[in-house]
């Protein structure tokens, strides 16, 4: 299903995925990787179970199929919600430098591509959440500033 945002003709997979954020939000405070697993399961279709490194391996699925990114983080695609939520996924359960070279060596996405810098915004983000210094309340204004055009 896809429930991007419509604008002029083009979904916008970036608002979507802010708005998602935004839902997530009100969940049970204190639960930061359960939180960011669940971003994955609804952003990329990752499921929370044990299995949850085959659907990552495979690239997820779009969810939010569009647009709306920052030019440097626009791959031409309309798989870049779901490659966010992926990372994010993935970085919730094995931390952000395993995620990072499974990316650059497995994905094979340098860090000087436009999946490579959404990867390391990724990576902030979990990070952030994290360490509390973003909050799922204010995730999705952080998304937005940091993700949209």
Do not use: K
Not at 95 to 107: D, E, F, I, N
């Amino acid at each position: 299903m896809n429930r991007s945002h419509s604008v002029a003709g083009v979904a916008d997979a970036c608002a979507a995925l802010c708005a998602m954020a935004d839902r997530l939000a009100g969940r049970e405070a204190g639960a930061e990787r359960r939180y960011l697993v669940e971003f994955g399961r609804a952003g990329a279709g990752i499921p929370s179970g044990p299995l949850w490194f085959v659907a990552a391996g495979a690239g997820g699925r779009n969810v939010f199929r569009g647009r709306g990114f920052r030019p440097e983080l626009d791959d031409g695609s309309n798989g870049q919600a779901r490659h966010f939520a992926g990372i994010v996924a993935t970085a919730a359960r094995i931390g952000a430098p395993a995620t990072r070279w499974l990316s650059v060596h497995v994905r094979r996405d340098g860090l000087d591509t436009a999946d490579g810098r959404l990867t390391e915004v990724a990576l902030e983000f979990v990070t952030g959440i994290r360490s509390g210094d973003i909050t799922p309340a204010d995730a999705s204004a952080w998304l937005r500033a940091r993700l949209c055009a």
